[in-house]
């Protein structure tokens, strides 16, 4: 019991990596541990590209490109955040960023700098092994719930052999720039990439920790004893 909540509550958003390379047999067996993760009938509608080397900095350059044109029209396909935030979210929205930019040493209003570090995430933060998962345009929402819990199998699973993980919905507003690169099938919508390495334990940014609500803020007990 104690190994999985330590792999669940370690887990962190890593934002820089060591350039340690990950071996394909590891990212391999975290990927099938991550696959026992249950869905609607068993569809199993995830899919997904490991992207390491060459391969992986194709796709950086392409992605980059198109985000330093700043061009109209990246958007996702399946939208992530709503249109206009309210609390509590919006709020807690604020404290991650402000914490992160703190550390960073980034100050309100400074757009150059956020934007520089907003790029770092198309470089999968120099993690050493990048992953781009997509789903069928086809599937509904239940599948996108499905897909929740396989990714975060992924990164219990990482944690438990020692690496780090930093799920990244950014890179799904860029589909039009990674579709050519990874040969996507048009029914391939991107949900997000991940990036998986080794933290580099002295960079600021890593030092972030966020809190999370008690259970008791969120969920209401009834038929307990003593309430």
Known sequence: MNAVDDAITSRRSIRRFLSTPVPAETVEAILDVAAR????????????YVLVGAAKQRLIDAVQVAFDAQAPGHVQEVQYYPDEFFEPYLSRRRTVGWGLYGLLGIAKGEAAKM?????????FFDAPVGMIFTVHRGLATGSWLDYGMFLQNIMTAARARGLDTCAQAAWSHYHKAIRPVLGLQEEEIVVCGMALGYADRDAPENHLATERTPARTFMRFEGFEGG
């Open 115 to 123: 934007r520089a570090q907003h790029r770092r995430n198309f470089q």
């Open 37 to 48: 993760a249950p869905s609607g009938t068993n569809m199993q509608p995830w899919r997904g």
